[in-house]
């Protein structure tokens, strides 16, 4: 999600003069950049509630005064456009996609990257994410590991200087794997492990011997 001023919107752990239930934690590409969720540290201040909808601006004071404090936020485009909403995100923070399990991918990186969030975190917009109802995410993560998964983003996508990759959405939705039901049992833990310890060979040798529709 994007918010309009990140510097207003999202603060440091622990430092935010907000009201507590304002603030959700958020995860960011620092956190997964070496391949491993490390502890977030930034929140979000949050203008919406569990509904999806903007809270009374007048119920929040402390999120009033923090955010009003910085001119970026009162001075952009969608303020002036909605003056009542002045303290909205461009982006809405949909209600309960924070507490899902998610695979985050970096927008731009080498190699395909996928990191597991067990749910907590809200992910920032220079993040990708996956989430389902179907899959063991840490199986799926074990596919998309692999260079298998790799090739088709290099087939599709945009290369950058140097060989950087873009794990956007629309490259993502390219790539081919079979349906979790046609998986065996062996296969898929030995997903799960090639995923767990971040083993690319190992991912690979597994994805190879399956066959996507």
């Known amino acids: 999600m994007a918010t309009g001023a990140d510097k207003a919107y999202l603060v440091d752990l622990g430092t935010a003069d907000v ?3 304002r603030l959700t934690p958020i995860v960011m590409a620092d956190d997964i950049r070496s391949g491993r969720l490390t502890t977030p540290r930034k929140v979000l201040i949050n203008p ?4 999806g909808r903007l809270v009374d601006i007048r119920s929040c004071p402390r999120m009033a005064k923090a955010l009003a404090s910085h001119p970026s936020v009162v001075t952009r485009f969608v303020a002036k456009r909605n003056p009542a909403d002045w303290f909205r995100t ?6 309960g996609l924070a507490e899902r399990p998610k695979l985050l991918l970096q927008d731009m990186k080498a190699q395909i990257t996928p990191v597991y969030e067990p749910g907590g975190l809200y992910p920032h917009h220079n993040l990708y994410y996956i989430v389902s109802t179907g899959w063991d995410l840490e199986v799926l993560g074990g596919l998309l590991l692999s260079r298998i998964a790799e090739a088709f983003i290099s087939a599709y996508g945009v290369k950058m200087r140097g060989g950087t990759l873009r794990f956007q959405a629309q490259y993502l939705r390219k790539i081919r794997v079979p349906a979790p039901e046609q998986i065996s049992a062996e296969i898929v833990v030995r ?3 090639a995923f767990r310890l971040y083993d690319r060979d190992a991912a ?3 994805r190879s011997r399956l066959r996507t529709s």
């Open 204 to 206: 690979t040798s597994r």
């Open 19 to 21: 009201e507590p239930d």
């Open 48 to 51: 919406w509630d569990d509904e």
């Open 191 to 193: 997903l799960r492990d």
């Open 90 to 95: 461009i982006d809405k923070v949909y209600p």
